[in-house]
């Protein structure tokens, strides 16, 4: 992206953190095998600051939405033990194939690795790390003459392609989804929806949201989602007071 597309997709901005609306399709650090990533386009993040931001944590290639930015070294520690402690609220919107019973409920699997040929690919196993995952019914369609369901899924824990492996185990595998569901000929419906990050003690969590892509509103339109309303510009505080 152009440094002016990049601070484009910036969703909020203090002295502390950035949260960028990130695009599906692209990954966010470069890999093993080299390749372009979305951390070359960090230095027109820096507002002002002598060093790129850096990640706070991770999202998915295929995956889109709240991307969580540190600014300088400290954020990035105070960042860090936020979400290691599970302090940082986050909020996934999900198209799935399939009808779920009921309206909300809990996902809780363990889940392990798939096995050491196929790198990050993971599988539900009793042996393996805690997982929950709680979900609610937002909505209902048919898409191509098959059932969806419109999810918001709250991960109360971090594992890697979580709700992706908790959606196909229960029987309704994310749209899109060509390691875990079955190849579709749209891009992965999974966006990172919502943020909620307690950077200070004296002051209300910082809420960040995520518009819903392009490449998901056909399958939200179907279950009924009508569209985002323009959202506020982003704050601008560069006095880092949050600390």
Request: with cysteine.
């Amino acid at each position: 992206m152009t440094p002016e597309e990049t601070r484009a997709r910036l969703l909020y901005r203090d002295g502390l953190m950035l949260v960028l609306d990130k695009p599906a399709g692209v990954a966010v650090h470069r890999g093993p095998k080299g390749g372009s990533s979305l951390e070359d386009d960090f230095a027109a993040l820096r507002f002002g600051l002598p060093r790129n931001p850096a990640l706070a944590h991770r999202l998915d290639r295929e995956t889109a939405g709240c991307l969580i930015l540190g600014r300088h070294h400290k954020a990035l520690e105070t960042l860090g033990l936020l979400f290691k402690q599970g302090k940082i609220g986050k909020t996934y919107w999900a198209i799935v194939a399939g009808a779920p019973e009921g309206e909300e409920g809990a996902i809780d699997l363990p889940l392990g690795r798939l096995d050491d040929k196929r790198g990050w690919w993971m599988k539900v196993d009793p042996n393996g790390q805690k997982a929950l995952t709680l979900w609610q019914v937002k909505g209902r369609g048919i898409w191509r003459g098959g059932p969806i369901a419109w999810l918001e899924l709250k991960p109360q824990t971090g594992r890697t392609h979580q709700l992706r492996v908790h959606c196909a185990a229960e029987g309704w595998p994310i749209l899109g989804d060509a390691i875990y569901g079955t190849r579709a000929e749209l891009p992965l419906q999974l966006l990172a929806r919502r943020v909620v990050v307690p950077l200070s003690k004296s002051k209300p969590p910082i809420e960040v949201e995520a518009p819903a892509p392009p490449h998901m509103l056909e399958t939200l339109a179907a279950c009924g989602f009508a569209g985002d309303p323009r959202r506020a510009e982003i704050a601008a505080d560069e006095t880092g007071a949050a600390l």
